[in-house]
């Protein structure tokens, strides 16, 4: 997992303004895309990037993390550009082909498989239910 997209885990769980109508969370749709990064797949889920997931500009992820995460620019923008990589366009990207293996998507996620396992792009529930449950009675959060 690239580490931009562990800030915007963190920046999704800590996830706390008050959604206008325009950023309610909505599942993607038939046909719309999302990437490995749940941070990313949060901005598109709540509309602070394209929901198609699909065109997405770098000044739109920019803009997107500012105004979902309130992080700054730097912290993501090479990641992003990185991104643009996994495709044929010269300025968009797409957030499924984020999957492409060893360009900014890694192993040692969370929640997908490793590539060489299995599906790196998609939500893995016993993956992520594993990590979850790993040392159950513990609070990390008052930690
Ligand atoms: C982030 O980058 C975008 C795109 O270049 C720009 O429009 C925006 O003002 C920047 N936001 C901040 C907080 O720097
Ligand atoms: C989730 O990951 C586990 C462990 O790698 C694997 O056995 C399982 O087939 C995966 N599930 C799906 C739906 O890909």
């Known amino acids: 997992m690239l580490s931009s997209s562990i800030v915007l ?9 008050k959604p206008s109508d325009s950023h309610a969370w909505q599942a993607p749709t038939a046909g719309q895309v999302r990437s490995p990064c749940p941070g990313l797949n949060t901005l598109a889920n709540h509309g602070y990037i394209p929901r198609s997931g699909k065109g997405i500009t770098i000044a739109e992820i920019m803009d997107g993390a500012v105004a979902g995460f309130n992080v700054g ?19 968009t990207l797409d957030l499924d082909a984020l999957a492409l293996h060893n360009l900014v998507e890694h192993d040692a996620s969370i929640s997908r498989q490793d590539w060489a396992l299995g599906d790196n792009l998609h939500f893995n ?13 513990s609070d990390f959060c008052r930690k």
Do not use: H, R, Y
């Open 73 to 91: 620019n730097t912290s993501i923008l090479q990641a992003a550009k990185f991104g643009l990589l996994s495709g044929l366009a010269f300025d």
């Open 125 to 137: 529930e016993t993956l992520f239910s594993v990590m979850a449950n790993i040392n159950p009675g």
């Open 9 to 17: 885990v963190l920046a999704s769980v800590a996830f706390a303004s």
